[in-house]
């Protein structure tokens, strides 16, 4: 009995090349994310931080003013880059709704 996996498939030259090509663009922007994921500074600044996640000031202020918002005030206002991610994803409603992610087993 054959598998998907032992199908023979004809195409042609240019559709395997299309399939090479969109294969690569793939690949070029998962390693660019990954790249300015580790270009990032360790803290942020308010401006940083908008750019970053294309924000307005007044909702980086929202956001800033948050008590669960990770700051860090000691030298002025700085957002560290690390704590950001950890909350973007503690708060991302579609991980606390559709997995157990972040639900400990007591």
Same mark, same amino acid.
Do not use: C
């Given at each position: 009995?054959?598998?998907?996996?032992?199908?023979?498939?004809?195409? /042609?030259?240019?559709?395997?090349?299309?399939?090479?090509?969109?294969?690569?663009?793939?690949?070029?922007?998962?390693?660019?994310?990954?790249?300015?994921?580790?270009?990032?500074?360790?803290?942020?600044?308010?401006?940083?931080?908008?750019?970053?996640?294309? #924000?307005?000031? /007044?909702?980086?202020?929202?956001? #800033?003013?948050?008590?669960?918002?990770?700051?860090?005030?000691?030298?002025?206002?700085? #957002?560290? /880059?690390?704590?950001?991610?950890?909350? #973007?994803?503690?708060?991302?409603?579609? $991980?606390?709704?559709?997995? /157990?992610?972040?639900?400990? $087993?007591?």
């Amino acid at each position: 009995m054959k598998t998907p996996d032992d199908m023979i498939v004809t195409m /042609t030259v240019g559709e395997l090349r299309q399939i090479i090509r969109e294969e690569n663009e793939k690949l070029k922007e998962e390693f660019l994310q990954k790249t300015k994921l580790k270009e990032l500074p360790p803290l942020l600044t308010r401006k940083e931080l908008m750019e970053l996640l294309h #924000i307005s000031h /007044t909702k980086a202020a929202e956001l #800033i003013g948050r008590p669960d918002f990770p700051t860090f005030r000691k030298a002025g206002l700085l #957002i560290p /880059t690390d704590m950001l991610f950890e909350w #973007i994803r503690r708060n991302t409603d579609w $991980v606390d709704t559709n997995t /157990t992610y972040f639900k400990s $087993v007591i």
